[in-house]
Nanobody, 121 residues
Framework: QVQLVESGGGLVQAGGSLRLSCAAS????????MGWYRQAPGKQRELVAA???????NFADSVKGRFTISRDNAKNTTYLQMTSLKPEDTAVYYCNARLKESLVVWFKDYWGQGTQVTVSA
């Protein structure tokens, strides 16, 4: 049983910073790409940032230069450092991990429960 547990969301003023964490636990053989998505009310879920097992990253255009993503492979954890936050960053942020539970199965996507980020003007 694999679980992704997020933490670090909350309420912050525009221009402020937050750091989200996501720890994967359970039966994990290997983790590939880890990423963060967000979904604002009335909008589709969108990719915010992703980091591959080798460390390469990609970001949504709307967060480039403001957000950074990192991972600690020893802890099966990924972090999203968000700076210069804007009201339009308000959303539920979801962690995603593509991982294998054993050598003989293929990679599968897992999701966290989501954490609310609210940026006030």
């Amino acid at each position: 049983q694999v679980q992704l547990v997020e933490s670090g969301g909350g309420l912050v003023q525009a221009g402020g910073s937050l750091r989200l964490s996501c720890a994967a636990s359970g039966s994990i053989f290997s983790i590939g790409t880890m990423g963060w998505y967000r979904q604002a009310p009335g909008k589709q879920r969108e990719l915010v940032a992703a980091i591959r097992s080798g460390g390469s990253t990609n970001f949504a255009d709307s967060v480039k230069g403001r957000f950074t993503i990192s991972r600690d492979n020893a802890k099966n954890t990924t972090y999203l450092q968000m700076t210069s936050l804007k009201p339009e960053d308000t959303a539920v942020y979801y962690c995603n991990a593509r991982l294998k539970e054993s050598l003989v199965v293929w990679f599968k996507d897992y999701w966290g429960q989501g954490t609310q980020v609210t940026v006030s003007a």
